[in-house]
C-alpha cells in the first residue's frame, strides 16, 4: 500500500504505519450528496482502500495562502468526519470511531496555518490539528491531509523544495494521508533539473536543492495512481 517503499531519502518511509491486511478504515454511508461531496467522498474513498490520495485543484498560480485550498481541505475534514469513518488496526482489533483529534493538517507556511484554523474553528473542528512540518515531526496521526508545498507555485525554489519538509507530512499518518495540490504541480519538477554550483567547496546546498527536486518528482510519480482530480 505505500507510496514509494525504496526511494531516496531512505530514512522515510511514504507509507501507512499500519501494515497491510491488518490497517482498515471504513466510511460510513453518504447522505445528500451532491457534485463537491461526490468529489471528496472519491478522494476520501480512494484514501481508506489505499492509505493515499491526491486531489488535485484546476490549475492557478495563487498566493501561498491560497483561499480556494483553504476551503477544500476544511470541506474533506467535515466530510470524512460527516461520514462516520471507522478504524481497525492492531491496537484497535474490534474497530474505533475516527476523532477530530485524530485528525491533522500538515501545511508548509505559519499564514497557511492561520487561514485553516480559523475556516475548522468556525465549522466547530476545534480539535482538528493544523501545523507546519517542523511542528508535526515526530508526532502521528490516524488521517493527514497535507497540503503540498508546490501547490499553485509560478515556480519551485530552495525553500518549497526542501525534501525533509515533504517527508515529513507525507509520513504522519498511521491509516491514510490526503495530498492536496494543483494541476501543473508536477510540471515544476518535470524535465531538466535547476542547475546548481558544481564546484569544490560549493557546500551541500547544491546538493539539497537537486534531492529535494528528485524526491518531490518521484512522491508525485508514486502518487499517480491515487489521482482525484477537481473540477
Known sequence: MAVAKHFYPEDHHFGAAVADGVRAMKLGRAASVRGRERTLDEALQVAATNGWAYLEQPAVQTLVADPETVQLIVDLVARLLHRGARLRCERNTRGIALQASQIAIAVTHNDQKAMVRTLLDSHNLNSVVVNTANKLQGLEFEFVICWHPLAGLDEPDDFHLEAGRLCVMCTRHRHACVVVGRR?????????????????????????????WEVHRKVFEALSPFLVTVT
Request: charged share 30%.
Open 184 to 212: 501543473g504541480d508536477r510540471e515544476l519538477v518535470e524535465g531538466v533539473p535547476p542547475a546548481t554550483p558544481g564546484y569544490p567547496g560549493a557546500g551541500s546546498e547544491a546538493d539539497d536543492l537537486l534531492r529535494g
